[in-house]
């Protein structure tokens, strides 16, 4: 209940939900291009984009051709930067959130 209520208020919150799609673009832009450029299979090329973004590395998977090499160095410049602007607004809403509750 807690959690609906919660994704509810973020999709009305227009910094948010501009967010969740910049980031949702990041992604399928990353995966789309390791799928093609890579030659990885779909799970793979998602499982990898979301990796890098994340910046955790595990090190199972990474681009072989100098094109993937480039693109990641650009992806996870870009991609990074979003997912904490995307961090940080979800941090300011959940303050924003508990501060209201506070006042009532």
């Not at 919660?6 to 789309?32: C, P, Q």
């Not at 890579?38 to 595990?58: C, H, M, Q, R």
């Not at 990074?80 to 924003?96: P, Q």
Request: net charge neutral; hydrophobic share 50%.
């Amino acid at each position: 209940m807690i959690f609906i209520r919660t994704l509810l208020l973020f999709l009305k919150d227009r910094e948010y939900r501009g967010l969740l799609m910049a980031s949702a673009f990041i992604v399928t832009v990353g995966t789309v291009v390791y799928h093609y450029v890579e030659g990885w299979n779909w799970l793979d090329s998602l499982y990898f984009s979301v990796i890098a973004l994340t910046t955790i590395g595990f090190g199972d998977f990474a681009p072989q051709t100098d094109l993937g090499k480039a693109f990641t160095i650009v992806y996870i410049i870009v991609g990074v930067g979003l997912i904490l602007a995307f961090i940080n607004t979800v941090y300011l809403h959940f303050s924003r959130f508990r501060s209201n509750n506070d006042e009532k």
